[in-house]
């Protein structure tokens, strides 16, 4: 019986082409947003339009593969191709791909600034599309350290599924073995 591969991909994949470069930095080139007229202002009354800002869709690798009829991480997989010696295959595209993604994450940081992404949505995306990190800073002279200190105050253990308090204080297990003995 023959093995059967999980990785394997159906159908024949698609074939790199030197104008999918192009295509994807157009493709990632796009407006931030689209301005709507929310309320006419009148010029004798001294008033001024009032617009509303529409984000226009943030750009996704995937989105670009479906549009262009190429597989799902085709695009991941012409950026990360080398040859047997180790050399990228298609370093154009690496370009390209490069600032597909440096235009996405502009693009996504730009709208987020202006108010036209609920910030949560605009944190969670960033983290998972960028290079945009959550990272702790701790400055400090490495010759001479900062000392820390903990006082424990009041401490519980968990033994065999159940609490035995310590802190100078007698666990009722052991106060009812006290009492009737």
Known sequence: M????????????????????????KFFTRK???KILIKKGVKEK????EYKLIPNDLPFFSEFEIKNGLGIGRLSKWHKAKNKNGVYKYPEF??????????????????????????TFAIFTAKNITDLKDTRQ???????????????IGMRIINEGKNI?????????????SSSG
Do not use: M, W
């Not at 001294?46 to 339009?49: H, I, L, N, V």
């Not at 400090?140 to 820390?148: C, I, M, S």
């Open 32 to 34: 931030l947003y689209k």
């Open 94 to 119: 690496r370009q390209a791909y490069k600032k597909a993604k440096e235009l996405q994450k502009q693009f996504l940081i730009k709208n987020a600034l202006l108010g036209n992404y609920n910030p």
């Open 165 to 177: 308090r310590q802190n100078n204080k007698v666990s009722d297990k052991d106060r009812k073995t």
């Open 138 to 152: 701790f400055a400090g002279d490495p010759e001479n350290p900062l000392v820390v200190q903990h006082q424990i």
């Open 2 to 25: 023959p093995k059967k591969n999980s990785k394997k991909e159906i159908g024949r994949p698609t074939k790199y082409r030197p104008e999918y470069c192009q295509l994807l930095i």
């Open 46 to 49: 001294g008033t001024k339009d």
